[in-house]
């Protein structure tokens, strides 16, 4: 029975849930990366807040001496974010 209960709906508003999921997937990647570059911030004691997402303040966080772990933590997330 279309559009009655327990309906799958059509195939348009399948493909706008699937959307919505990878579009929901794609924000939580991003959170958690923004989240690990604001904690490997602070660990160095970065402390910019929700500034840290501008391009001037970022450059504070690039001009830091991490080691190497670190270091190439930062440049992959940074590219991520790109």
């Not at 660990?43 to 970022?58: A, D, F, M, T, V």
């Not at 966080?61 to 930062?74: C, I, K, P, V």
């Amino acid at each position: 029975m279309p559009g009655g209960v327990g309906s799958r709906g059509s195939i348009a508003s399948q493909a706008v849930l699937r959307l919505l999921r990878y579009r929901q997937r794609l924000v939580e990647i991003q959170t958690k990366l923004r989240n690990g570059l604001q904690a490997l911030a602070l660990n160095y004691q970065l402390r910019l807040g929700p500034k840290l997402w501008s391009k001037q303040e970022q450059q504070q966080l690039l001009a830091l001496e991490l080691d190497g772990t670190d270091a190439l933590r930062r440049e992959h997330s940074l590219a991520l974010l790109e």
